[in-house]
C-alpha cells in the first residue's frame, strides 16, 4: 500500500455520537479524498481536499465534515452518526494530473 | 452528467473464458478512465488506464477499448482465471484543479475453476 494509514480500521458507535476517521499519508500526496463504498453504490465521494485547508463537498456530503491542517493527514467527522452512515470508508491520494489514486485499506464504521 | 454507469453488477464466467465488463458517461469534460480492482477487505487498487486520446490499451490479459462517439469504455479480461475473482470498478476524471475521481457502482467478478 502506498503510505496510507486509515484508523482506526474497525469502529462501532451508537446513534447520535461524534465520529471522526482519520487518513494519514507519507507520500506528500496533493489531493485526498473520502469515499464511502455500500452495496450497489460503489464507490460515492464525501469529501476532498486538494491542499492544506482547501477542501470540498462531494455528491454525498451532507452529515460529514471534514478538515485538512496539515498534509498529512484528512479527517472525516461524522458529527452525529446515524444508521445510514453504516458503510466502510475509504480514504485515497493523488498528485492530481489524472494519475493513480490510491487506496487505504478501509474502515468498517457500525452505526447501531 | 457526473455519474458513471457500470454494468453487469455481477458475472460468472469460467476458467479460461472472456470477462468484459461495461461503463457509459455522460460528461464529455472527462479525459482519464481508470479501472480499479478490488479484492474482499482491501482498498481498490489500479488495474489499467486510459485516455481518450487512442481507442484501445493493452496490458497482459487486461484490455480497455474505448469509444469516444459513444461515451462508452469496457474492460475485457482475457483467459480469466480464478485469481481474477474480485470487484472491478471503471472511473472517470477530469484533468482540472480538484481532480476528482468518479466511480462506477462495481462488478462482483467470480471465476469459476
Known amino acids: 500500500d502506498a503510505g496510507i494509514t486509515q484508523s482506526p480500521r474497525h469502529k462501532v458507535t451508537e446513534t447520535g455520537t461524534p465520529v471522526t476517521l482519520r487518513c494519514h499519508q507519507t507520500?506528500?500526496?496533493?489531493?485526498m479524498y473520502w469515499y464511502r463504498q455500500d452495496p450497489g453504490h460503489g464507490l460515492r465521494l464525501i469529501h476532498y481536499?486538494?491542499?492544506?485547508?482547501?477542501?470540498d463537498k462531494g455528491e454525498v456530503s451532507d452529515g460529514y465534515s471534514v478538515s485538512r491542517s496539515k498534509t498529512e493527514d484528512f479527517l472525516l467527522t461524522l458529527e452525529s452518526a446515524t444508521s445510514s452512515q453504516t458503510s466502510v470508508y475509504f480514504c485515497?491520494?493523488?498528485?492530481?494530473?489524472?494519475?493513480?489514486?490510491?487506496f487505504g485499506q478501509g474502515t468498517r464504521l457500525t452505526v447501531v | 452528467q457526473q455519474q458513471v454507469k457500470q454494468s453487469p453488477q455481477s458475472l460468472i464466467v469460467q476458467k479460461g473464458g472472456i470477462s468484459i465488463i461495461n461503463c457509459a458517461y455522460e460528461?464529455?469534460?472527462?479525459?482519464?478512465f481508470p479501472w480499479y480492482q478490488q479484492f474482499p477487505g482491501k482498498g481498490p487498487a489500479l488495474l489499467i488506464a486510459?485516455?481518450?486520446?487512442?481507442s484501445e490499451k493493452k496490458e497482459g490479459r487486461f484490455t480497455i477499448s474505448f469509444n469516444k462517439s459513444a461515451k462508452q469504455f469496457s474492460l475485457h479480461i482475457m483467459d480469466s482465471q480464478p485469481g481474477d475473482s474480485a470487484t472491478y470498478f471503471c472511473?472517470?476524471?477530469?484533468?482540472?484543479?480538484?481532480?476528482?475521481?468518479?466511480f462506477g457502482t462495481g462488478t462482483r467478478l467470480k471465476v469459476l475453476a
Open positions: 485515497a491520494i493523488s498528485t492530481g494530473g489524472n494519475t493513480e489514486a490510491f
Open positions: 507520500e506528500n500526496h496533493r489531493y
Open positions: 481536499s486538494y491542499g492544506v485547508k482547501d477542501t
Open positions: 460528461n464529455t469534460a472527462f479525459d482519464y
Open positions: 486510459i485516455r481518450p486520446d487512442v
Open positions: 472511473a472517470a476524471s477530469i484533468n482540472s484543479g480538484t481532480y476528482k475521481y468518479i
